[in-house]
């Protein structure tokens, strides 16, 4: 597995890393010794990079706890990642925003301990919270590294004014933000600010919350706790341009000698060095054959090829217009 510079201040991390949302929450029941197993396989397969947040744990800190309890025997060897800024309390769940220094330290003590850790090595700002400015977060964080319990401070869902203010305050090393083939708002006006201030990008959902694997069915035919089962782009005429294009991508993948998967993470790669996708799955067969994808190699034509099919991402919103309206695009 090769590594990559995550922005300018010194972290440096698997080409891949493994996002751990979907073992606890959103895509529908899981087991966790399955989860457990597929954790361990990708740091035998040279995965060093762990993603999870206090709100994958529904305030219970179940994908912190499992994410610990796996990598307790190589703990050293990998990156952690987790997330603070949300209203555990809040109803309906996921719709309150708490980025107050005194939660922000709250969230941080019950990470280490959740994490069988001394230090977090990523600390993200999981949202705005438009109650707290930026540069109150950053200078909370910015103590969290001075005390040792931090190592590298992280932004996620914001857009570049909000990422200027914090970097001023506290080196921002990565904005976590969503990006693939599906998705591509980050290019137009965060991406380059990322890259005038040597910020990294960690792009979540990269396989578009599975679309983009080439196995996909219609919205109706997910469960009810599965958010595929009302994500705009599983709907109706969405559903029907966004099938057609992925089966254009899947025999284009296919004729090369690879799957949609690896096309798609191979695509997110060949946006530049400083591109870290976190492709989650609690199997460790699918697991493998993402992590394919860092050795495959995408020529000028195919990566035009693949933007044609796709010229403006997806069809349909990427979250229901009112979760959307509370990320800071400024």
């Not at 719709?95 to 959740?114: H, T």
């Not at 394919?292 to 020529?299: E, I």
């Amino acid at each position: 597995m090769h590594h990559r510079d995550l922005g300018s201040q010194g972290l440096r991390v698997s080409a891949l890393g493994l996002g751990t949302m979907g073992m606890t929450l959103a895509y529908g029941s899981s087991d966790d010794g399955e989860s457990t197993a597929t954790i361990r396989r990708a740091h035998e397969l040279g995965i060093d990079f762990f993603d999870t947040a206090e709100l994958y744990g529904a305030g219970s800190g179940s994908n912190e706890i499992l994410l610990g309890k796996a990598v307790k025997d190589f703990r050293d060897e990998v990156v952690l990642a987790t997330k603070f800024g949300f209203d555990m309390a809040a109803q309906p769940f996921g719709s309150g925003f708490d980025s107050r220094p005194e939660n922000i330290r709250k969230v941080a003590e019950n990470s280490l301990r959740y994490l069988r850790t001394d230090h977090i090595d990523l600390f993200y700002q999981h949202v705005s919270d438009p109650d707290v400015p930026v540069e109150e977060v950053a200078g909370v964080v910015g103590e969290l590294i001075a005390e040792g319990k931090v190592k590298y401070f992280g932004v996620s869902n914001v857009g570049p004014q909000y990422i200027r203010r914090a970097h001023a305050v506290t080196p921002v090393s990565v904005l976590q933000y969503e990006y693939s083939i599906f998705e591509r708002e980050v290019e137009e006006k965060i991406l380059p600010v990322l890259r005038e201030l040597g910020i990294g990008l960690v792009p979540y959902s990269p396989l578009g919350r599975g679309f983009l694997t080439g196995v996909v069915k219609p919205a109706a035919e997910y469960p009810a706790d599965d958010m595929r089962s009302w994500d705009e782009r599983w709907q109706g005429e969405n559903y029907t341009y966004n099938l057609r294009a992925t089966q254009q991508l899947k025999q284009f993948a296919m004729a090369k000698g690879i799957t949609p998967a690896q096309l798609a993470l191979a695509w997110l790669l060949a946006q530049g060095d400083d591109v870290v996708p976190i492709p989650g799955t609690r199997n460790a067969d699918r697991l493998e054959e993402n992590a394919g994808a860092a050795d495959v190699v995408l020529t000028d034509a195919d990566l035009k090829h693949i933007t044609q099919v796709l010229p403006q991402g997806s069809a349909g919103s990427r979250y229901p217009a009112a979760m959307l309206s509370n990320f800071s695009t400024a």
